[in-house]
């Protein structure tokens, strides 16, 4: 066991019952306040630890930290270091925070500078993305769009459960949570029009997803097999891959998504690590029929992660509109990036890996608009009695996720966005 995930920890800072931020979790990101550039931290509690001044004033000292390594506006450098490097840097964080340990708790002008208040800070985009995945990794979602747009019978494609689908997005358009984005412009063909019309998207619509980082660098032609992948992935962000359906529909095939998806793409600010929901870990759906040797693994490779998506009208009233799990994907981190790698492509520090839109087995636990109303056809009643069959202007879409058990919630925050009407 890790120890720093032990459920008997406790920290001297207090930490509100179902806080999504116990000392089990410690999750790392870039903040910024009045008087602060943007620097690395890490969420406990309502607080975020600056870790420009632990580094500088000798807390991390024996690390081998490279100088300046957290005074900078993305993590990529720190993640760089590697796996058992920011496993260290998150153990001894553990360590200082520990309600048995005097070294920052005894040191009342230490203490207040390095924690400071969550609402005096704005959470920054947490990496600098050089590249981004986007799969197609949950059975159940890629069973709803088949009896959508195919045939109920043969919902998906052959390949479907030989490998994990995949294509790759544009990177430059991630943004953290609290941008909003604008409603996107496009071609779309109307049902029984001859010809397509251009305007603003008609259908917009969220996916509820995952996306794993990676922490290391390959060189082109080398491979990463399922054991050694999680050696390369640092952490999970919650991921919003907004997409305009009716431009998707008309343009993607045969060569995939495009403008229907590489307008804006919405990350929450904390980067959970790999270790921190190392308890979490659960079997995955049995994968039938049996998948080639390199995407085969051992031992548990999913992760129990309760996810939820709550819309905010315009008028401020909040409605959860789905309950899903991440244990629900078919296809796990592992085979993703090994999958990803197999024909020798590179990866970078940074990169990130988005899990598809994530559906469970029920109508409640389907991760898109266009499998809860259908494509429009079942509109879902809001509770004000207005109706949506997909996003409206001026809506705004939150997802939460927390793992939890032995009486610990490992949280990951929000990712939060509000769809804007369309630019002139």
């Known amino acids: 066991m890790v120890h720093a995930n032990d459920p008997s920890l406790k920290s001297w800072v207090q930490v509100s019952p179902g806080s999504d931020f116990p000392i089990q979790n410690l999750p790392f990101g870039i903040f910024k306040t009045r008087y602060l550039s943007p620097v690395a931290g890490v969420a406990i509690g309502d607080y975020v630890l600056d870790l420009v001044y632990l580094h500088e004033n000798g807390y991390l000292d024996g690390l081998g930290l490279p100088p300046g390594i957290f005074n900078q506006p993305y993590l990529n450098n720190f993640l760089r270091l590697g796996r058992n490097a920011t496993t260290r840097v998150r153990g001894r964080i553990s360590e200082l925070l520990r309600q048995d340990n005097d070294e920052l708790q005894g040191n009342p002008a230490a203490r207040e500078i390095a924690l400071v208040p969550m609402l005096e800070v704005r959470l920054m985009m947490p990496l600098q993305v050089p590249n981004y995945t986007d799969f197609y990794s949950s059975e159940e979602h890629a069973t709803n769009v088949g009896s959508m747009f195919r045939d109920p019978q043969n919902a998906l494609l052959p390949n479907w459960k030989h490998l994990p689908v995949g294509y790759h997005g544009r990177a430059s358009s991630i943004v953290v949570s609290g941008t909003n984005i604008h409603r996107p412009k496009g071609q779309m063909k109307l049902p029984d029009a001859a010809n397509p019309v251009f305007g603003p998207s008609r259908k917009m619509d969220f996916e509820l997803e995952m996306a794993f980082v990676t922490c290391a660098e390959t060189p082109l ?101 789905c309950r899903s799990n991440t244990k629900y994907l078919y296809w796990n981190i592992s085979q993703q990036l090994a999958h990803h790698t197999v024909n020798g492509c590179s990866i970078q520090t940074g990169d990130l890996y988005a899990s598809g839109t994530i559906s469970g087995p029920s109508p409640g636990s389907f991760g898109s608009m266009l499998e809860l109303t259908w494509n429009g056809a079942r509109p879902l009643v809001l509770p004000d009695g207005t109706e949506r069959k997909f996003l409206e202007d001026n809506d705004t879409v939150i997802i939460k996720a927390y793992a939890e058990n032995n009486g610990i919630r490992i949280g990951f925050g929000e990712c939060r966005s509000t769809l804007l009407p369309a630019l002139p």
């Open 221 to 321: 032609g080398h491979s990463i097999t399922t054991a050694e992948a999680e050696d390369h992935i640092f952490g999970f962000v919650l991921f919003n891959d907004w997409s305009a359906r009716d431009i998707q529909q008309w343009e993607y095939v045969p060569l995939g998504p495009f403008l229907g998806k590489n307008f804006g793409s919405t990350v929450s600010p904390w980067i959970v690590t790999l270790d921190a929901l190392e308890p979490f870990r659960c079997d995955g759906p049995q994968q039938q029929p049996e998948v080639l040797p390199y995407l085969r693994f051992n031992g548990k490779k999913n992760f129990d992660i309760h996810l939820e998506v709550v819309l905010q009208t315009s008028a401020g009233e909040e409605v959860t509109l």
